[in-house]
């Protein structure tokens, strides 16, 4: 241990109430002897986890306790760019978690200057993606607070131990030893880790499901949802203008109860391994697919491809935690600037967990029914010879070359 982890006098944990953070603040007293001050944000993780969040850090020991609603800028400044941007990590994860953590991070090191703490503490385990989410958060706001990771220091091997462990220091929990996924909840989605899930040959029991239904308590008939989207931002849903919250909550609703939105995945995680998720995102699933639609309407071909391969490093530095870093800034330019004109209106079925664009109109598209109807209208047709003859140059040049044949192809010619 470092002299300067070994003076602090007071550190700032982010805090959820949750198995591995609540044992953290006794662990902390007893192996550090410094005060305690939990950060607490509510980025719409629910009722249960909040309820109650702050007497409980207090009654485990918290020296002083700061819980901030979070669920506006969480979705505003960090959700919907990523959503504008076309995030996906590895084709699938709609990055749940990971858009959150820099955004609590960054509020915890505002709650550390603000209670003049010395150091930043977190529950992050030693192989999870999120003990770099968040300290490359303090990197990049706070380089010289040290950080506290017990995970790392500590003998807690397992979740067992540490309900053991919560057991001898009087730690309530919630948490049972027949219930141990490791979830992580907000606005956007909830996340399922651990536990049975740990065999990626086990299917995952019903129950598991929070934030979507079962196929057998899904509507019978098709759902018809309207998302109006104003430069990327979606600001309606069904004809009514709603706030960044009511919005994504009205969606979760109407999207969950049509189970659209699960992903069970193998993926692969920054620190090195595999790991398996399930993850629920309603609302941002059938928000990705409208807008996605809606921009393969209102984009230009290059444009919309060059946000698309932009899409994949963007959703990377997402999940690695870079969110601070230059170039995520940079590429949100462009991609804030992509989205001038992606403004329109997209209605989207949902049924039996699937989500489909099924229409859309933009007062920017490019599309034109004269150009694309099957009628030989609106276009000089005779203009795609030379059109044609430029574009084929490159393979009529080599064609008149003469390319060696390929091995394969050789071979068929002489035994064929």
Not at 127 to 138: A, H, S
Not at 178 to 191: E, G, M, V
Not at 309 to 319: A, I, K, N, T
Not at 338 to 357: F, I, P, Q, S, W
Request: net charge negative; charged share 25%.
């Amino acid at each position: 241990m470092s002299n300067q982890r070994r003076n602090v006098k007071k550190a700032a944990l982010a805090y959820s109430g949750g198995l591995d953070t609540s044992i953290i603040v006794p662990w902390l007293k007893e192996h550090y002897g410094c005060q305690v001050v939990c950060y607490c944000s509510n980025v719409g993780q629910g009722g249960m986890e909040l309820d109650g969040l702050e007497a409980k850090a207090r009654q485990i020991g918290a020296d002083d306790v700061i819980v901030e609603d979070l669920r506006v800028p969480f979705l505003r400044d960090f959700a919907f760019p990523m959503l504008r941007a076309g995030a996906a990590y590895e084709g699938r994860y709609l990055l749940g978690t990971s858009i959150a953590r820099p955004l609590i991070a960054s509020r915890q090191v505002w709650a550390a200057e603000r209670t003049a703490s010395d150091a930043l503490a977190h529950g992050c385990t030693g192989k999870g993606n999120d003990q770099v989410r968040f300290e490359l958060t303090y990197m990049a706001l706070a380089p010289h607070l040290p950080v506290i990771a017990p995970w790392r220091e500590w003998d807690i091997v397992s979740r067992e131990d540490a309900l053991e462990y919560a057991a001898k220091h009087n730690v309530p929990l919630a948490q049972k030893k027949d219930d141990l996924f490791s979830r992580d909840a907000n606005l956007w989605h909830i996340s399922h880790e651990g536990g049975p899930l740990e065999d990626p040959n086990t299917v995952a029991p019903d129950s598991m499901w929070k934030m979507t239904a079962n196929t057998a308590d899904q509507p019978a008939h098709p759902e018809i949802v309207s998302i109006a989207f104003e430069r990327g931002r979606p600001v309606a849903v069904n004809g009514k203008t709603l706030g960044p919250v009511e919005l994504v909550e009205a969606l979760n609703t109407i999207a969950g109860r049509h189970g659209v939105g699960r992903i069970d995945i193998v993926e692969s995680r920054l620190v090195g391994m595999k790991s398996r998720g399930a993850y629920e995102t309603p609302a941002g699933t059938v928000l990705r697919e409208a807008l996605e639609d809606l921009c393969n309407l209102t984009l230009p071909h290059d444009l919309q491809h060059t946000r698309l391969e932009l899409s994949h490093r963007y959703s990377d530095l997402v999940y690695n935690g870079m969110w601070f870093s230059p170039l995520r800034r940079a590429l949100q330019s462009f991609v804030d600037t992509a989205m001038d004109v992606v403004t329109g209106e997209v209605k989207v079925e949902l049924y039996r967990g699937r989500c489909n664009a099924v229409a859309r109109t933009s007062p920017y598209t490019l599309y034109r029914p004269d150009m694309a109807s099957f009628n030989m209208t609106g276009y000089d047709s005779t203009h795609a010879e030379g059109f044609i003859r430029l574009f084929g140059m490159p393979l009529a040049t080599a064609a008149r070359r003469g390319q060696p044949m390929p091995a394969a192809t050789e071979e068929a010619v002489t035994h064929g």
